[in-house]
């Protein structure tokens, strides 16, 4: 059984910085692949960005070169930079673990095995 627990979020005017953490529980965290998603207001929770337990990191192209996911195993934490930020990145973020052996599309979200409870970004105009 894995725990999330997001934090970082807030409110910031458009072009500004928020870095979101998301702290696990459990001694494996290592063995996880981390996603993290967001679900905007009257959408679909959507995938962002994954790092897996091998270090590879995919983004969506919306975000690419503006945001970067990151890791700490000794601290069992998963991180995401978000720079330039956009009114239309405004949305619930969530971060996701992925067991290693998971089957599943990694920007799908039946891929991944355990969800925070999210924290919220508002990019304001």
């Known amino acids: 059984q894995v725990q999330l627990v997001e934090s970082g979020g807030g409110l910031v005017q458009a072009g500004g910085s928020l870095n979101l953490s998301c702290a696990a529980s459990?001694?494996?965290?290592?063995?996880?692949?981390m996603g993290w998603f967001r679900q905007a207001p009257g959408k679909e929770r959507a995938f962002v960005a994954i790092i897996t337990w091998s270090g590879f990191t995919y983004y969506i192209d919306s975000v690419k070169g503006r945001f970067t996911i990151s890791r700490d195993n000794a601290k069992n934490a998963v991180y995401l930079e978000m720079n330039s930020l956009k009114p239309e990145d405004t949305a619930v973020y969530y971060c996701a673990a992925r067991g290693r052996d998971k089957i599943g599309i990694l920007t799908t979200i039946p891929a991944y095995d355990y969800w925070g409870q999210g924290t919220q970004v508002t990019v304001s105009s």
């Open positions: 459990g001694r494996t965290f290592s063995s996880y692949s």
